[in-house]
């Protein structure tokens, strides 16, 4: 009997290998044929799921916006009991590259960013994913104003985006050794003290 492939299963590990190329060669350095040498499977695989390299890349960025989800997902999951700050907080530290994952999307991420200057769907597909972002950390804020978390006079609709790009703004200084992990998270800790009670 033949062997059962899981497509989408194949699409993801070919994003998790353009993910690497990224990380270690730059953005510049993504074909075809380094993502299959990368994934271990022959350039007709790559070619069947990707016929050309900007599809693959288009893939690429929309697995990468998942995979943060998911971690995030599973990191909150982990929270005992959290407080609305605790929520924001360990969020915060899953955006920012304090682990190895964290590092590869941040560089995937800046790699598409800078790519999406010049590519309309790149550059779509980011507004997106920075506008659900917005929208859960301004909902976040909110329910904590509600709950009386916060403290007086601060306003959630503009607070969330400025915590948001400060985090966003933490992620290149931390790539190039400006800023340890522990640095960045003690500034995000700063700006959350200003706001919480």
Do not use: W
């Amino acid at each position: 009997m033949p062997k059962q492939v899981d497509h989408e299963q194949r699409r993801r590990l070919l994003a998790e290998a353009v993910f690497a190329v990224i990380g270690t060669r730059g953005f510049e350095a993504v074909s075809l044929r380094d993502v299959a040498v990368q994934a271990g499977v022959s350039m007709g695989t790559v070619q069947y799921y990707f016929p050309a390299k900007h599809q693959m890349l288009l893939f690429a960025l929309g697995h990468m916006r998942a995979r943060v989800l998911a971690r995030m997902q599973a990191t909150l999951a982990a929270l005992e009991s959290p407080t609305r700050r605790d929520v924001i907080r360990a969020a915060t530290a899953v955006m920012l590259p304090v682990d190895e994952p964290g590092r590869e999307e941040a560089c995937v991420n800046i790699a598409f960013f800078s790519a999406a200057t010049v590519t309309p769907e790149y550059a779509q597909q980011l507004r997106d994913g920075y506008a659900r972002i917005l929208a859960v950390s301004t909902a976040n804020l909110r329910e904590a104003a509600r709950l009386g978390e916060l403290r007086d006079g601060i306003d959630p609709d503009r607070e969330a985006p400025a915590l948001y790009f400060l985090t966003q703004g933490l992620i290149g200084p931390i790539l190039i050794g400006l800023y340890q992990p522990d640095e960045a998270m003690s500034l995000i800790d700063d700006q959350l003290d200003r706001l919480f009670r």
